[in-house]
């Protein structure tokens, strides 16, 4: 009889010990820990089915889909990667543990979505990646994401400035956050932009020279406004009774570019810059006891002045100023340049007829 008792307690033994054996595997299963443990895993290894089953959603209910969770899973650097990912499995500032310890279900990670706002003109469309995943903006507003620090892509479309990429930090880790591009600010520093404006230019003295070969006749001058073209006009029709040749010829020109700035209304703003170039005009003129002389204008240094018309949509020169003080362009600590493959060179004589005619 007490051999029979004390296998009944034997075996109660045991499966009271194998009863505790499993729970505790299940609540190990279960547990906080295992799962945040199996969470960072799938990140790491960037498994959104088994990421899935951890936050099947953001904490408000909104879909977590795959892409969101490879953005958040391919913002990690490669070196120590688990340990960089524990630092956000283990906030809760960008995931709320829900079901925590949990003996018969597991804790359930759900991110907080984070977003970012992009503030700009109201002209002004933008793009925004991270890697190569671009973002869907609405309103413009990005999101949800996970929250992380993610290394953004920004790419601008302004009518006025042009096409612009800008790089930003966006630590969304525990708020949201709001970016205002400061698209003057941006645009001064931008290159493509510096080049654009000294286009102008170039294209201002080249249709320039063609006026001059096809009798001093501007009226075909391009890059300058309506005004500028007049003056120019005027001024070579008042000389045309007294000169008897012109010549001018150019090959270089030098913004400063650290002299760029712009002001004025954000419709229609205006740029100022330093530049240099190498444009020499030569006159020879009558003198009063019917004597040929020569003058030659060679000032190398000028303040240019531009304003973006909307009407024409293009930046065009309202004024080109050579009297200011000389400066060195290999001085300037950054400078956009131009160089022509062979320099342009025009030249006008008395009787000499335009282009076409007979």
Partial sequence: MSSKINKIILVVGVFLFILVVVLGAVYWQNSTKHQMKLLTEAIAQKDYEKFHEISPSFNDGKTLNKETFLIFAESFPEKNKENEIRKYTNSKTVFEQMGQDGWFTPT???????????????????????????????????????????????????????DLQQDHKAKLTSENQTFTLEEKEAFIADTTFQEKLLNQVVSYYSSMNQGIQNNLDFSEVTGAEDKTKATLQQTFDGLRPYVESVEQTFQEFIMNSESLKIEGSDDEPTAIFDLYTDTSLSVEAKTADKKTEEITNASNNAVVT?????????????????????????????????????????????????????
């Fill in 108 to 162: 359930k990670f759900v991110p907080r979505p984070r977003y970012l706002t992009l503030e700009t003109e109201d002209n002004t469309e933008a793009t925004i990646s991270v890697g190569n995943h671009l973002l869907t903006t609405e309103n413009a507003k990005v999101g949800p994401l996970i929250g992380a620090d993610y290394s953004m892509s920004y790419a601008i479309n302004s009518p006025v400035y042009g």
């Fill in 306 to 358: 531009m304003q973006f018309d909307q009407g024409a949509e293009e930046w065009l020169i309202q004024s080109i100023d050579f009297e200011t003080y000389t400066q060195q362009p290999d001085e300037w600590s950054h400078t956009s340049k131009i160089t022509l493959p062979d320099a342009n060179k025009a030249r006008w004589q008395e009787g000499q007829k335009s282009q076409g005619e007979i």
